[in-house]
């Protein structure tokens, strides 16, 4: 089955300390992204969800302020794809932190939704977020 793959970047003026730890926290992530409730733990293995149930996964690997690794998946997928794989890049830099995000395995033809969907649902309200603190 072919797939599509996602790379987006953006600069957020905060610590990768302080970023981490708002993406595994299930009221941060809710309130940084401005969305439906999200349900997160700092624990591989854990399950998550977000927006209201909109995404699931389970957590796969957590590199202290570094990289948060996770099986993703949308409402939309097709009930036999397989779960994408994200992973959350936490770069710190003069700014603030480079946050680079990567999904791959994302059911052919999505990708480009999606990809929009990441700038809109999570980019923009998270520099909002993090500029505001």
Known sequence: MKSD????SI???????????AYLNSKQHTAMTGGG????????GSKFTAWDGYCSGKIL???EYKKITSTWRAVEFPENAEDSILEILLEPIAKGTNLTLIQTNVPDGLGK???SGWNDFYFKPMLEYFSNK
Do not use: G
Not at 5 to 8: D, M, P, R, T, V
Not at 37 to 44: D, M, Q, S, T
């Open 5 to 8: 793959s996602i790379k987006i």
């Open 11 to 21: 600069v957020l003026p905060d610590t990768p300390e302080k970023i981490y730890k």
């Open 37 to 44: 409730p999200a349900k997160i733990f700092a624990k591989v």
């Open 61 to 63: 690997e957590l590199i």
């Open 113 to 115: 939704n999606y990809k």
